[in-house]
């Protein structure tokens, strides 16, 4: 029984530790190192099931409305909170002026949103969407508000500026001729990835995207689309089909909706959705701004700043979106001017104030071990940083110089010095390296730094986030 002895103790091994031996398939050599690093990287987070980054970038599962309460206790109340006091006003006037559906409908529909942000499991969605459901509802109920507390229709406005800024009426010029495949091409943007790109980009910046991107896009693109709708309201005035159709005669709210060119659409698939849909527009005369294009711009400026290197892309985007709109008669290029405008001004309040800075060497959410928002300011903190780094790499060279051998750990974040007691061999860098596990083997986090779940402070909104540490930063707290 004795040649059998090794295989006994094999098997107890792993039934004591209680890991199975599996095989992870091989890493094609012909793949970029980077690329094979964060294989390695996400295959070490599935292992231990957590990061050092999990803190700020999970996902609130709790149903207990006492941790919404204590949430809201805990938050810095600012004027920004006044947000939530106009969305309740563009709420209540929503509901109030509703004529369908009934109040039983709407009673029901307010309590499920007030019970979503009341659980937390629901609150860190319904939460930042706020926005964008409170422009839906608005423009939904604009079909309700009647003609004698609307100002006049401006008809000659738009045609006016359009000559006087471009000499000619571009959205005429461009919607002269008509064919079935530049119908179809005019359609594919202004009927179809208009009303999904949202979410698309949504999702994308929420895995690619540093934590906290995706609910500053959802706010800025509901308070965009919300301020849109209410300059369509208080300044209406008449769009491009309606001069080809009916000239520059005075208009009035009785006058019925278009499709313009996407009746083509309709007529070709033989279908009625364009034709019905915007017939019974709830704002007929909402020609300025542009929200079609105020939407392509919001969202090519957010993927633009997430993806510098594809901005080309999302321009290209937005422009096909201007000349589908032109094409199709639906609105003036100074329509779109103001449409893009309005975005821009939102977009570069919130990168100034709220959007999470990007960082170096992060492709994903999971990457982050701290948020900053804001942009950048130059000579932080007086210069101090420069003056770290110097010390950290003054440091670090007389203290490589005297060591052969590094033996890193997690548990030296710790201990009174950062660094470990044993010898280290001679290399530059800055930030903790590699924990060493008890099993000897290595786990490599794919980041510069690390920092314990104490060290992390999630805010209500998620985007909050507690100390960061190596490469010289501060450690900082976002809300």
Known sequence: MAPYSPLRDEAARILSTGKVPISWPSIPVFLPHRLRRK?????????SKVSPTSSITALQTSYDPADTIRSLRQHKWSYYDGQYVLLAIFGIFSLGVMESPGALTKTMIATLLMT????????????PVLPVITWLVFFYSCQFVGGEYRPPIWV???????????????????????????????????????FGAPVVCSIIMFVFGPPGMVPIFARAFGFMNLAGVMIQLTFPCSPPWFENTYGLVPADYSMPGSPAGLAAIDELFGIDLYTSTFTASPLVFGAFPSLHAGSATMEALFMSH???????????????????????????????????????????????????RIQANKSLRWDYD?????????????GLTDLDEEFTNSYFNNYNSSSDTDNWSLGDVSSSSPFSSGNSRSSSMVGLRTPIMEDGGSRPWDGETLASPTDLDVAGGGLGVGAGFGHGERSKSVY
Do not use: C
Request: aromatic share 18%; no cysteine; glycine share 6%.
């Open 116 to 127: 979503s942000l009341i659980l937390p499991v629901t609150r860190q969605f319904f939460l």
């Open 156 to 194: 000659k406005v738009l045609p006016s500026l359009e000559n006087i800024f471009y000499g000619a009426n571009l959205s005429n010029i461009l919607s002269a001729h008509h064919n079935t495949v530049l119908d179809i091409l005019a359609w594919l943007p202004y009927g179809g990835t208009h």
């Open 39 to 47: 294989f390695r990287s996400t295959r070490s987070r599935l292992r």
């Open 306 to 356: 997430n993806f510098p290197k594809l901005k080309p892309l999302f321009i290209g985007y937005t422009l096909w979106i201007w000349w589908a709109t032109m094409y199709l008669s639906h609105h003036y290029a100074v329509d779109l001017v103001g449409g893009s405008l309005l975005s821009a001004v939102f977009f570069y309040i919130a990168k100034s104030h709220f959007i999470p």
């Open 370 to 382: 701290y948020v900053e928002v804001g942009e950048a300011k130059e000579d932080y903190a007086y």
